[in-house]
């Protein structure tokens, strides 16, 4: 049953999987299908662009991550403590292809780096972004999410624009790269509202959820304003 106050924003958007492509060497890695596919649907699923061994180191730093948050979780609870709120995430740890560590600062080291600036990924991002050789594509946010067996989940939304310092309206493409199976049942899965970004209903929906399209495009004068 859909809740009335959603319903009221038009009909419900499609929610499935978007399309599925899968790379293989020796193919294009952006192909007219591809291209069209995210401009309908605004939202594509390409499988195979990180080669096993970036993945395999992915993976790695992914565990320490997630084992230095055990290590600092703290252990056991005080009588009449607070019992804590459920959360989105085990973890978010933003900037990890920039972190302050200089035994982690370079490519070698570092492969959330070297995703964001020198795999695949960049390069479809480029291309589905229409830009010119000349051009200079910008990473300019990551985050690390983990999820644990909390069935609280993260609701409907739209993604950020406007990343420091670039302007909200400047393009850009989102990449999601999951490490990891997500089963529905402990708080996962990805649903995607397919073709929402030209939907009749969009901006209605963007004053739903607080969407930083909503926001003046001068900015703000000061935090007051933003409440």
Partial sequence: EID???QALGPPPKIGPPKIFQFQDGMPLVSDEIRNAFQK???IAIRGLLD???LELLDKASADLVE????KKPRGALSGAKVPRPKQFYMANHSLMLQEDPEVQSLENNPFLKVSLQSRIPMVAADLLKM????TLRAMRDIFLAKDEDQFICGW???DTGFWPATAEAPGVNAWLALDDMPRELGGGFALAVGSHTAPWREEAYNVTGSTHTFPKEGFSSASDMI
């Avoid at 230095?68 to 290590?71: F, G, H, I, P, V």
């Fill in 132 to 135: 010119e050789k000349n051009e």
């Fill in 4 to 6: 009335p106050a959603y």
């Fill in 68 to 71: 230095e948050k055990r290590r």
């Fill in 52 to 54: 096993d061994d970036l």
């Fill in 157 to 159: 939304h739209v993604d």
């Fill in 41 to 43: 649907d605004g939202v």
